[in-house]
């Protein structure tokens, strides 16, 4: 199988996070801004823990000042998922890094974000996202700025940071008014925390998707009801890894809980951070999984399903994924 080649779609990648390290040095050259301690000796993200990779991360967003700086930057991700096979994307946009709460200047990022998506030949849709350990008041004021721009290409809402932060209740005000505007809804949720913070996440938010929750696996009870319930997992193996939750693929769950009936689909979450690419995702799934071609089609078929895209868009890129 020649991986990167593999027709695939990608629901779960942070934009922020998908930033090439050498397309952030650039910039910080160009404004002048200091990235010490952002990057080690070989160019690449410095961080350890969880919380010191949210910490790099929101380091390295300070040189992203502009709408022009995230055009580009979308220009630049859509590139290189492009490269790696990827037709249908999803990105986590953060309007907290965009214009600071502002709904006038979160419409001229949007802009220039939406012009440079349009150009490309991957087809995308924008998930304004929530940064959980904010706090619920900024949630709300990030969820009526998705809502004031629903259409278009914002499609869906969501939440990431540290889940281990406030309560998933404490952002159901943010996200009823998502839902009141349409917009698909996705949370972060068993990722670092366990099975509780996935039940909590479900109990009240009532999203569709939930990113990673990969640690459902703890409690057999909450597998049953994500496959009753037809939820669907953004499950990102090689952020997994790499942040420690997993020791390596062979002990990581998608094959188990794919098997236990829960929707899986495959995503890189922050592929520079994480150091993986769609093309490696699919290389690891198959070479130590034993995964095959009907299976990257039946998660690509189930992606689709669960995007957050208009009916004509579902029904042209499913005829893309065949077999399932
Ligand atoms: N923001 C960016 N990447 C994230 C992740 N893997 N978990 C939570 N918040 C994030
Ligand atoms: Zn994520």
């Known amino acids: 199988m020649n991986f990167s080649e593999i027709p695939k779609t990608e629901l779960h990648l942070h934009l922020e996070g998908a930033a090439p390290p050498a397309f952030i040095r650039r910039l910080a050259q160009e404004k002048g801004v200091n990235m010490d301690g952002v990057f080690d000796e070989n160019g690449a993200y410095v961080w350890t823990t969880f919380v010191e990779f949210l910490a790099t991360y929101e380091r390295a967003c300070e040189v992203l000042k502009s709408p022009e700086d995230f055009g580009r930057l979308m220009a630049a991700v859509l590139q290189e998922q492009a490269s790696h096979g990827v037709v249908y994307t999803e990105h986590f946009l953060a309007p907290d890094f965009c214009g600071g709460g502002d709904l006038v200047a979160w419409k001229e990022y949007l802009a220039a974000m939406t012009e440079a998506a349009e150009a490309s030949p991957v087809e995308v849709r924008f998930i304004p996202t929530c940064v959980r350990h904010m706090g619920p008041e900024q949630a709300k004021i990030t969820a009526r700025m998705s809502a004031e721009t629903a259409g278009g290409l914002v499609t869906g809402f969501g939440m990431g940071g540290d889940e281990s932060q406030f309560a998933a209740a404490d952002f159901a005000y943010a996200f009823d008014m998502a839902r009141e505007a349409g917009l698909g809804l996705t949370s972060h949720a ?5 099975a509780d913070s996935v ?43 790499s942040l420690g939750v997993f020791a390596d693929l062979k002990a990581h769950p998608i094959t188990a809980l794919r098997d236990s009936g829960v929707i899986v689909t495959v995503s890189t979450d922050d592929p520079p951070y994480f150091h993986t690419d769609m093309t490696a995702e699919y290389r690891g799934l198959s070479e130590q999984l034993g995964w095959t071609q009907a299976d990257f089609d039946a998660i690509n078929q189930a992606a689709m399903k669960a995007a957050f895209c208009d009916e004509v868009t579902r029904a042209k890129l499913l005829a893309t994924f065949n077999g399932a």
């Open 199 to 241: 039940l909590d996440t479900l109990d009240a938010l009532r999203p569709s998707r939930i990113g990673h929750g990969v640690r459902s696996i703890e409690d057999p009870a909450l597998v049953e009801r994500l496959a009753a319930e037809a939820v669907v997992l953004e499950v990102c193996p090689g952020s997994n890894i």
């Open 190 to 194: 068993g990722e670092v925390e366990g």
